[in-house]
C-alpha cells in the first residue's frame, strides 16, 4: 500500500530521443508525486511535480502525465540531451507527510 | 538556496565502532530526514524528526539512532557499526510537513570494514 513502483531500473535513449519513466502507486491517499533527478556524487533534487487533481504538468523539456483511475504517472523528457543522464526516481507524499520513493531508474542518453 | 551540508564525503570505519553522520541546513527548515541509498534498493528511511528534541522511526531503524539538539542539525548515530550499514547515507531537510519537496544533501558514502 505504501509503495511506489517504478519502472524500468534502466534504459538508454539516444540523444534527441524521449524517455519515458514509469511509476505506479496503490494508495489513493498519496496527495502529491514529486520527481528527483540525481547525478552521479550528488544527493536528489527536486525536478517536477503534480498533484492529483491535474492530468499533467510540463516544466521546460520535462513533462507528467498523471492517470488517477489507473494509479499511474510517468516522466517524458522531450529532446533528451547527455547532460540528462543521472538517476530518476518518482515518490508520492502519504497521509503522514513522509515521501516514498521508487527504487529509481537509470537513464543514459547516448550522443 | 537552502543548503544540506554532510560532514563527511566519505568515511571508512572500522566493524564495532560508534559512527556519528553528521548533517547541517542553513534555511531554518523544521523537517529533517535520513536515508540510506542502496542499488537496486532505492531510498529507505531511517530516521525523521519534525522538529527539535522530535524523532521518530522511519522504515529501517534498527542499528541506527538519531540526535536533533538544534533546529539546523540533524545527526545519525550508528551504535555498533556492522558491515551491512556500508552504504551511501544521505541527509534532507523541508520547510514543514506540508512543505513541498526535500532539499538533499550530497551524501556520505560509509564503508564499514
Known amino acids: ?111 | 538556496d537552502v543548503k544540506v551540508t554532510q560532514s563527511s564525503r566519505y568515511l571508512v570505519k572500522r566493524t564495532g565502532e560508534k559512527v556519528f553522520l553528521e548533517c547541517v541546513q542553513d534555511m531554518d527548515h523544521e523537517n529533517m530526514f535520513w536515508y540510506r541509498q542502496d542499488p537496486g534498493l532505492g531510498l529507505r528511511l531511517i530516521y525523521f524528526s519534525y522538529d527539535v528534541k522530535m524523532k521518530e522511526k522511519g522504515d529501517i531503524p534498527e542499528g541506527y539512532s538519531v540526535s536533533r539538539e538544534k533546529k539546523e542539525r540533524f545527526s545519525l548515530i550508528l551504535e555498533s557499526a556492522s558491515t551491512n550499514q556500508t552504504s551511501m547515507y544521505l541527509c534532507a531537510s523541508r520547510w514543514g510537513r506540508t512543505g513541498h519537496g526535500y532539499t538533499f544533501g550530497s551524501g556520505t558514502r560509509l564503508t564499514v570494514v
Not at chain 1, 4 to 10: A, E, F, L, Y
Not at chain 1, 25 to 49: H, M, R, S, V
Not at chain 1, 60 to 75: D, E, H, M, P, V
Request: glycine share 8%.
Open chain 1, 1 to 111: 500500500q505504501q509503495q511506489v513502483k517504478q519502472s524500468p531500473q534502466s534504459l538508454i535513449v539516444q540523444k534527441g530521443g524521449i524517455p519515458i519513466i514509469n511509476c505506479a502507486y496503490e494508495n489513493t491517499a498519496f496527495d502529491y508525486f514529486p520527481w528527483y533527478q540525481q547525478f552521479p556524487g550528488k544527493g536528489p533534487a527536486l525536478l517536477i511535480a503534480i498533484r492529483p487533481d491535474v492530468s499533467e504538468k510540463k516544466e521546460g523539456r520535462f513533462t507528467i502525465s498523471f492517470n488517477k483511475s489507473a494509479k499511474q504517472f510517468s516522466l517524458h523528457i522531450m529532446d533528451s540531451q547527455p547532460g540528462d543522464s543521472a538517476t530518476y526516481f518518482c515518490a508520492a507524499r502519504n497521509r503522514d507527510d513522509k515521501i516514498i520513493f521508487g527504487k529509481g531508474t537509470r537513464l543514459h542518453i547516448l550522443p
